[in-house]
């Protein structure tokens, strides 16, 4: 079996390993069994004095020194296997990042994670150049191991009660790209357009649509949205409590992702590191007084302070609504935030799981600029939360859960997705 890779289509977005050893040290790389074989060929074993890869909860993982990065992680920044015997010696998902895989119909679509700050930052060569890269992989994985991609139905769940072709998921997303990208807009207008397509659509008995008919609702909403942005009244400038409480239940599940060492504690500290789990959930959803420390690393601030953080300064906001834009189209034109990209959910939920990840985009942003002692955003600061959230998003189990589904659907009803986010506001 070999299927063709298709690159991500993210407007300016380039991206070159700067070698900076984050995803190193802070990843956990699962590894499979053509991995380890190699490994073990490799006599990482006897060479490292100790073992290159361990157990894990959800499978095996390479291995970590206490307290920093990858066993195979050298003093210079370079990885030991890449020195010694090349790129095509390390394992699949080390060659691979800051890209993934997910079968789509007789082809693989590449996503692009986020996590990565020189994705973040756009910098290096053009996304089609790593086509060759990916193929190998791609094609690695079609010959060791593939079970790793399942066979895609030739139809998309678009919501729970309507399924498209797709070729109507095409027709769709191309005209939801065509906003997203509108530089002639704002991204407030944007951002708002895409929140009134996903609030109209929420509400139609798209029980009694078919595909076609669906797109053509889209077309002709998407040809009216200059207007309706215009005429758009959220009914408040504030969120209501019930929506903010619910924000923070989403920045909360954003931030529980498991480090290396975490995800090896034992009986007893699990146990004391959940206990821990509850008491940080339950402050955050008072939203009152300290934030609490989600990471060790994290500086102290108030849910006050990041109310009255400035947002981003002109000179860097059209580099901010870039970085945003591009985000939003991985999330949606590129297939990422819906589907097998994303718990299985169905189109329409990952529509407004997109949208609420930008107010808590807005909040962690917010966030790092009070923890740093500042009363204004930088655009470091939106890298940073960006990241964050794109970390999780799509692995945390927490986030596609069905307590997940029914926040962002709640927050569909009353404008709460939109007040959130200018709540929230970045730019």
């Given at each position: ?56 909860s959800s499978g095996i993982v390479l291995n970590h020194v206490p307290g920093g990065g990858c066993v195979f992680l050298m003093d210079d920044g370079k990885c030991r296997i890449h020195a010694d015997l090349g790129m095509q010696a390390k394992p699949l998902a080390c060659q691979i990042y800051p890209f993934t895989l997910e079968r789509e119909s007789d082809s693989l679509r590449a996503g692009l994670r986020f996590d990565c700050p020189t994705v973040t930052r756009s910098e290096g060569v053009a996304l089609a150049s790593h086509r060759r890269d990916i193929q190998y ?291």
């Amino acid at each position: 079996m070999k299927l063709p890779v298709i690159i991500p289509e993210i407007k300016s977005q380039s991206w070159s390993c700067r070698a900076c050893t984050k995803c190193c040290r802070e990843l956990v790389v699962h590894l499979t069994a053509d991995d380890r074989r190699r490994i073990d060929e490799q006599g990482w074993s006897q060479k490292l004095g100790t073992d290159p890869y361990v157990r894990h909860s959800s499978g095996i993982v390479l291995n970590h020194v206490p307290g920093g990065g990858c066993v195979f992680l050298m003093d210079d920044g370079k990885c030991r296997i890449h020195a010694d015997l090349g790129m095509q010696a390390k394992p699949l998902a080390c060659q691979i990042y800051p890209f993934t895989l997910e079968r789509e119909s007789d082809s693989l679509r590449a996503g692009l994670r986020f996590d990565c700050p020189t994705v973040t930052r756009s910098e290096g060569v053009a996304l089609a150049s790593h086509r060759r890269d990916i193929q190998y992989v791609a094609d690695t994985i079609c010959k060791k191991t593939p079970a790793l991609f399942r066979d895609e139905p030739d139809d998309v769940a678009f919501a729970h009660n309507l399924m498209i072709d797709r070729s109507t998921l095409d027709r769709i997303l191309t005209r939801l790209d065509k906003w997203i990208t509108n530089e002639r807009r704002s991204f407030d207008e944007r951002i708002t357009g895409l929140h009134i397509i996903v609030s109209t659509l929420n509400q139609a008995q798209l029980s009694r649509f078919d595909g076609p008919r669906l797109a053509e609702l889209i077309d002709m909403l998407s040809d009216d949205l200059p207007n309706a942005v215009v005429e758009f009244d959220d009914g408040s400038s504030d969120p209501l409590r019930t929506q903010t409480k619910l924000l923070h239940q989403a920045v909360f599940a954003h931030s529980m992702y498991l480090q290396f060492a975490e995800s090896r504690m034992g009986y007893w500290q699990s146990l004391r590191f959940r206990f821990r789990q509850l008491k940080l959930a339950r402050i955050m959803l008072g939203g009152k007084g300290v934030i609490p420390q989600l990471r060790p690393e994290e500086g102290k601030a108030t849910f006050e302070q990041i109310i009255n953080i400035e947002p981003i300064p002109t000179n860097d906001a059209a580099e901010a609504a870039n970085l945003l834009t591009r985000y939003l189209q991985s999330r949606i034109s590129n297939h990422g935030g819906f589907g097998a990209a994303y718990y299985d959910w169905p189109m329409l939920n990952g529509l407004g799981a997109a949208l609420l990840s930008i107010a808590v985009i807005g909040w962690f942003t917010r966030r790092n600029a009070a923890t740093a002692g500042r009363v204004e955003m930088t655009i470091q600061d939106l890298r940073d939360a960006v990241s964050t959230v794109d970390r999780t998003a799509g692995r945390a189990p927490e986030l596609g859960a069905k307590s997940a589904r029914l926040r962002q659907n709640h927050l569909t009803h009353e404008n709460g997705l939109i007040r959130l986010i200018r709540r929230y506001r970045i730019l």
